[in-house]
């Protein structure tokens, strides 16, 4: 009996042994999946703070950027707003041989005051000129405007600085050699419309005060200088005079001639080139009124069709 009692009691202890063990291992396989599942919460926390700091770094680059942005435009501003002024330091003091010819780059308006909504007192058309008056000019000053002479060489006007280009013409000898007779008859030539610069274009008009036309205008300067030309040939006529040249060989007193129209049908203009690509005449058809039309100054290419032909009238 004693022996049964004590195999009971042995049987007892390990049945609660093995079951203290069980708990044991339970107790382990939960710690280890409780921390298990610490780490995994720990590296989802750590990859949300990574994708929010990146988060955060993309939205810094896009500030970053959208400053810079903003940086260049000013930047670009600046530049346009410094492009529009200009020192004019090199036009002031220059005596009455030199004549500054503004070139209108576009389609300029003539203001009477500097202000773009005072009254307009004049207006003209890409690669025509308007003489620019530097009597007020003051050194080491930025420009955005310059005075400018709106009816020939008197009435005063003002336009952008930067709608046009500036070019200091000599007229006392146009860049000739004055050794030459030639040459001081081709600077006559030249010289003798500047009076009169400014004054309205008329069909059939011979008077340098009240009305011109382009052949009339040439044929006096010719004739004015002792080159003898008739004194009724018209734009025609005169192209068929001395000898012919390429548009390389101009010199200031020869002549270039316009067609009619874009077809070249016959010669329907005429001007006298003054150098440096300029010329002087009596313009009507993008208006009869300076600075639009009249005895004013030009680019060879200011109208289309451009030149098609060049004489040289006075001789070498």
Not at 31 to 57: H, I, L, N, R, Y
Not at 164 to 175: A, C, K, P, Q
Not at 177 to 205: A, H, W
Not at 241 to 253: M, N
Request: glycine share 8%; charged share 25%; aromatic share 8%.
């Amino acid at each position: 009996m004693k022996k049964s009692l004590r195999l009971t009691a042995l049987l007892l202890a390990a049945v609660i042994a093995l079951a203290s063990a069980g708990e044991c291992v339970m107790a382990s396989t939960a710690a280890g999946a409780t921390k298990a599942s610490a780490e995994k919460s720990s590296e989802d926390a750590v990859e949300t703070e990574e994708t929010e700091t990146t988060a955060e770094g993309e939205d810094v680059e896009e500030d970053d950027s959208a400053e810079e942005e903003e940086t260049t435009k000013a930047a670009k501003k600046k530049k346009k707003t410094v492009k529009k002024k200009g020192n004019l330091d090199r036009y002031i003091g220059l005596d009455e041989k030199y004549m500054v010819l503004a070139t209108a780059k576009r389609y300029v308006r003539v203001y009477r005051k500097m202000d773009k909504s005072s009254r307009v007192v004049g207006a003209f058309r890409k690669n025509n000129c308007i003489i620019m008056n530097t009597e007020s000019l003051k050194e080491g000053r930025q420009y955005k405007w310059i005075k400018v002479y709106s009816k020939g060489k008197s009435g005063i006007g003002y336009i952008p600085l930067s709608w046009v280009s500036l070019r200091i013409i000599d007229t006392e000898t146009f860049g000739l050699d004055t050794s030459s007779e030639k040459n001081r008859q081709r600077i006559k030539i030249c010289q003798y419309g500047l009076p009169y610069v400014g004054t309205r274009f008329k069909m059939g008009g011979k008077s340098l005060t009240q009305g011109i036309d382009c052949s009339t205008f040439a044929r006096q300067a010719f004739r004015n200088a002792g080159v003898m030309v008739s004194s009724s040939a018209t734009a025609w006529r005169l192209s068929n005079y001395g000898k012919a040249i390429s548009r390389s060989e101009l010199k200031p007193g020869d002549m270039l001639f316009y067609p009619h129209n874009a077809h070249n049908l016959g010669i329907g203009h005429c001007a006298i080139y003054i150098g440096r690509g300029f010329l002087i005449n009596s313009s009507g058809h993008q208006g009869s009124i300076y600075p639009r039309g009249g005895i004013r100054f030009s680019r060879i290419d200011y109208r289309y069709p451009s030149a098609c032909k060049f004489r040289n009238i006075v001789g070498n």
